[in-house]
């Protein structure tokens, strides 16, 4: 059973801002929000992860709601190597549980 | 930082043959290293978790005997396919974790494995 939910896909501008938004209703108090993604044929690449604040590195920044039960995946300025499926998922162990993912197109 | 190889990245074997899959933390210590495996068009799926030492602990429906896992040192697991068949092809992914990486796992590139 999915304990994230993405859009399938979406589209973006290079150059534009992308913002990925994640449901995650059900979170325990103890389970972090972990961002990936996966370039085409490689193995998944670590965005950044959060557990109620906000957080940001040299990536993306990851925006959690009061209550915890959304976040948003922010990169600032989106380039055609950030053409990816992004992986949000919610975790208190090592144990990953990779969904389907949102497939985000960067376009010219 | 954190960077994570595997070997080799695609192998092509007869069926009936078995093959191995190399996995390394370059510049950490692996504490626990994970297999995952990748069907086309498919998200990644949790294979095995192994620690350092001690005996992989493998997923349902993952057949232990056929997929043999060694996580002898810090830095190395090894994936083993026994009697492969065509139908193991697959996408091959190891990631690993350090104890000081809040349960974070850093992925190798994967393994293409496809058996005539």
């Known amino acids: 059973d999915a304990k994230t939910t993405q859009p399938p896909s979406m589209d973006c501008a290079e150059g534009r801002a992308a913002n990925l938004p994640c449901n995650h209703s059900t979170i325990s108090g103890n389970e972090y929000v972990y961002w990936y993604r996966q370039i085409h044929s490689q193995g998944p690449q670590y965005i950044i992860h959060?557990?109620?604040n906000n957080e940001t590195n040299e990536m993306a920044s990851l925006i959690i709601t009061e209550d915890r039960k959304s976040s948003t995946l922010i990169l600032p300025h989106a380039t055609l190597r950030d053409t990816a499926v992004y992986y949000c998922i919610v975790s208190n162990d090592y144990k990953l549980s990779f969904g389907a993912g949102t497939t985000v197109t960067v376009r010219a | 930082g954190a960077v994570v190889s595997q070997h080799p990245s695609w192998v092509i074997c007869k069926s009936g043959t078995s093959v191995k899959i190399e996995c390394r933390s370059l510049d950490f210590q692996a504490t626990t290293m994970f297999w995952y495996r990748q069907f086309p068009k498919q998200s990644l799926m949790l294979m095995a978790t192994?620690?350092?030492?001690?005996?992989?602990?493998?997923e349902q429906g993952v057949e232990k005997d056929k997929f043999l896992i060694n996580h002898a040192s810090l830095t190395l697991s090894t994936l083993t396919v026994t009697s492969a068949h065509p139908e193991d092809s697959s996408f091959y992914i190891c990631s690993a974790s350090g104890s000081d990486h809040m349960f974070v796992q850093y992925f190798g590139p994967g393994t293409r494995l496809t058996v005539l």
């Open positions: 192994s620690n350092e030492g001690s005996k992989a602990t493998y």
């Open positions: 959060g557990l109620k």
